[in-house]
């Protein structure tokens, strides 16, 4: 006989992905979704063990605002921003009816505009970039020039010539790892230099831990910096590893670099799944 589920809940989800960054979004915006462990978290996002994402979307009731997106990454520990993530949980809430095709909603990070265009594509309003300070890293004989910012997460930003060469998980998990950008860690992007307005991007994503085959805020870094550093435009085509650019827009306001992210977001599927309380 096979003993009852007592601590177990049924969930609603949806499999969302946006250029190549995928999510398991779960609607809580009617609160009926009860609280769940960082453990049960992790195990959603395991592409073994669970449905697989690189993260969780959580859509929480908010008192001014459509709704409030909170984000855990792959490993159940909660962030402060998605940028990706927002442009799922924008086209979600779009075709849900919950919003209009031009809304804002909250974040841990603060308020982001957020607008829906036919085809599916989103365009999302990031955190202000916060440029922290020029970085220089050795690694196993190898020299390494960073730039290190916030975009609502923290991020390193390295031109190389050829990102192809480059052992991302290693490097990646070497550079997120360091005393430096302890406690939190951070994001570590290398970026190549296409032309003037576009650039080719790998990320080795905190929390995943791994390269993934997009990210949103590293996408707004890399622009920023390129703008900041190289002499860029305000307008930015960045290819991830998924070969799907996000456009990037900065805008300057009030003394702030303040970047919105463009690109198309897909639902993939919805189902129900069993997770642990505990």
Do not use: W
């Not at 909250?106 to 829906?116: E, T």
């Not at 890399?222 to 799907?244: C, D, G, H, R, W």
Request: proline share 4%; net charge positive; hydrophobic share 40%.
């Amino acid at each position: 006989m096979i003993a009852p589920l007592f601590h177990s809940m049924k969930i609603a989800f949806t499999k969302l992905e946006g250029s190549g960054n995928d999510f398991v979004l779960i609607d809580n915006i009617k609160s009926n979704v009860p609280s769940f462990s960082k453990k049960s978290r992790s195990k959603l996002c395991d592409r073994k063990r669970g449905i697989g994402a690189d993260g969780i979307l959580l859509l929480e009731k908010d008192r001014k605002f459509p709704f409030m997106m909170r984000y855990f990454n792959a490993d159940g520990k909660e962030a402060e921003m998605c940028g990706n993530g927002a442009r799922c949980s924008a086209l979600y809430a779009s075709m849900k009816n919950i919003v209009p095709s031009k809304f804002s909603f909250r974040s841990k990070s603060g308020i982001h505009k957020a607008q829906v265009f036919e085809n599916n594509l989103v365009k999302v309003e990031l955190p202000a970039c916060k440029f922290e300070r020029n970085v220089k890293i050795k690694i196993e004989g190898k020299k390494f020039d960073g730039f290190f910012l916030t975009v609502g997460v923290p991020h390193l930003v390295i031109f190389a010539e050829n990102i192809d060469k480059v052992d991302v998980e290693k490097i990646g998990k070497r550079i997120r790892n360091l005393k430096r950008f302890t406690p939190e860690g951070t994001n570590v992007n290398f970026v190549k230099i296409k032309n003037r307005n576009r650039l080719s991007i790998r990320t080795y994503e905190r929390g995943v831990e791994a390269e993934t085959l997009s990210c949103g805020t590293g996408a707004a870094a890399s622009a920023y910096i390129a703008y900041k550093e190289k002499n860029f435009p305000l307008t930015i085509y960045v290819k991830p590893q998924s070969k799907v650019s996000i456009k990037v827009s900065l805008e300057e306001l009030s003394g702030e670099v303040i970047p919105h992210i463009s690109a198309k977001a897909h639902i993939v599927f919805s189902g129900t799944v069993i997770v642990s309380k505990t």
